[in-house]
């Protein structure tokens, strides 16, 4: 017996060491102390704590002595002291809501005649066992705030462990019957009832020194952030040229092109599809597509998806011809691209939108709408109704320059047919990187705008690599009382250029 007291006070001892080491460690950190309410009720006194290690993560340790009965001869005896070491993963940053955790357990026992709930350790109704166990297990808790310094645990879990004792007759201390060591589960019910305590806010900022009145609540400022496209979506502000892949459609011969926004038009002279570099405005558009091109494909945040091209020709001379002619300049147009920058066959999207009869119409449309003169604009809605009656296009093109005497077929060839003679329609599609981060960061604002501090803050700190956070970092930060890591962000932030930072920093001064 004498041996058995030793090793329960070595035990407390060692218990009681631990704490108190725990205790100094987190005196300026999270930390919590709970007390199992149903250990309590099996008569057994016990305590534990958690320590924060990181913003998910806690380590704890229990304890739990019961030392009665006192007297050596009562029969029934159930002394024992437990510790157990656990690690705990929380879900949420705040000691709140659920978490999973694995414990180590370690018990020196004397136990006898004793009847544990739903059959369990049968062997010390009838005899008496002293030694030790040793378990490991997992389990899953969930946590309920009462107020601002309590909460309620509720744990449920499974270990396995063994245990190697000594067995005696269950009288007294009775005769010595031999040893007992055996594998066993164990389970784990538990409800704590938990004291946390809060970290205290520092009384003044320490990296400005500017004061800061305590009594003046200072009104921060954030906004959601842009999504970062990568290089094609900066160039796409001043280049309308570029459209995402998403607005992407196939050629069909009803698009009016010349209304479509951004598009660039490669010229050719009459009857011609060898590309000119140097015909009318070619030089400037063909530099502009192929530095478009070359930017895009060398971002790594960005790629081109699709290069649409569609070759066209005027309304004049047979269709047959004009058919050909429009392939030929659409290849054409194809080719020099692909002699400048390194842009595989896949990426090209080739049409033949051979004569521009749907382009024809709408600039006859543009021409009557500008026009004052009732006999031009006569003539030209004559014009409009043989393109909308007459299908067979050769026999159309006969009877616009039948209209008048030839008169409205003159006007019209004046004022328009020279824009027809071109290569037509010509987009680059383009796709980015998706910007999780944005996403992060914005849900996160969305957050501080309900109030929802703590969650905001977890979401942060796992962007708080990115630049775009560090505003709404000191956002949170000072909301919930750390002041000095509010104004370091800040402080970084205003000086990357955010003007909501430069903003916050200006209503801190104050």
């Not at 400005?208 to 009594?215: G, H, L, Q, V, W």
């Not at 709408?369 to 007459?390: C, F, G, W, Y």
Request: charged share 25%; hydrophobic share 40%; glycine share 6%.
């Amino acid at each position: 017996m004498y041996r058995e007291k030793t090793i329960f006070q070595r035990a407390i001892l060692l218990a009681i060491w631990v704490f108190l080491l725990e205790g100094k460690v987190c005196a300026q950190d999270n930390f919590a102390v709970r007390n199992n309410f149903i250990y309590d009720i099996s008569g057994t006194p016990n305590l534990g704590v958690d320590v924060r290690v990181s913003p998910h993560w806690t380590l704890g340790l229990n304890a739990g002595y019961r030392p009665w009965p006192l007297d050596d001869k009562t029969m029934r005896k159930w002394r024992h002291l437990l510790i157990a070491p656990e690690l705990r993963y929380w879900k949420d940053s705040t000691f709140h809501r659920s978490y999973l955790g694995a414990n180590l357990v370690y018990s020196h026992y004397n136990v006898g005649h004793v009847t544990f709930p739903f059959s369990l350790y049968p062997t010390v109704r009838d005899y008496r066992l002293q030694g030790d166990l040793a378990a490991i297990g997992a389990f899953y808790g969930r946590s309920w705030r009462l107020n601002r310094f309590f909460r309620l645990e509720a744990e449920l879990g499974l270990g396995i462990g063994y245990t190697w004792a000594k067995k005696y007759e269950c009288i007294h201390c009775g005769d010595y019957l031999g040893r007992h060591d055996k594998v066993f589960l164990i389970p784990k019910l538990t409800l704590n009832v938990v004291y946390q305590k809060i970290k205290k806010k520092p009384q003044e900022p320490t990296i400005i020194d500017i004061p800061i009145k305590p009594e003046a609540e200072p009104v921060l400022v954030f906004h959601p952030v842009e999504d970062n496209t990568g290089k094609a979506g900066v160039l796409q502000q001043e280049n309308p040229l570029l459209e995402h892949i998403s607005n992407y459609r196939p050629y069909d011969r009803t698009r009016v092109l010349r209304k479509e926004k951004g598009a660039l038009f490669v010229h050719f002279p009459v009857n011609k599809s060898v590309l000119n570099y140097g015909f009318r405005d070619n030089a400037a558009v063909l530099d502009r597509i192929v530095s478009i091109t070359r930017q895009v494909m060398a971002d790594s945040t960005s790629s081109v998806k699709r290069i649409q091209i569609v070759g066209m020709a005027s309304v004049e001379g047979a269709v047959a011809r004009n058919e050909k002619l429009a392939d030929a300049r659409a290849q054409a147009l194809k080719q020099y691209i692909q002699q400048q920058v390194a842009v595989p066959d896949s990426l090209f999207d080739v049409a033949n939108g051979g004569e521009a009869w749907a382009d024809f119409r709408e600039q006859i449309s543009d021409l009557i709408a500008q026009t004052t003169n009732a006999n031009t604009i006569a003539s030209l809605r004559n014009a409009l109704k043989v393109i909308d009656t007459e299908k067979d296009l050769n026999y159309r093109e006969v009877c616009l320059r039948k209209l008048a005497g030839g008169s409205t077929y003159a006007y019209i060839k004046q004022h328009m047919l020279p824009d027809q003679r071109n290569s037509g329609y010509l987009r680059i599609y383009y796709d980015y990187v998706p910007d999780t981060n944005a996403a992060t960061i914005n849900r996160a604002t969305q957050l501080l705008q309900q109030e929802r501090y703590d969650e905001a803050l977890t979401i942060l700190r796992s962007v708080q690599s990115d630049p775009r956070s560090w505003n709404a970092l000191g956002v949170v930060l000072w909301q919930t009382g750390d002041h000095a890591a509010a104004l370091n962000y800040f402080k970084i932030a205003a000086q990357q250029g955010n003007a909501d930072a430069q903003r916050n920093l200006k209503e801190l001064n104050k």
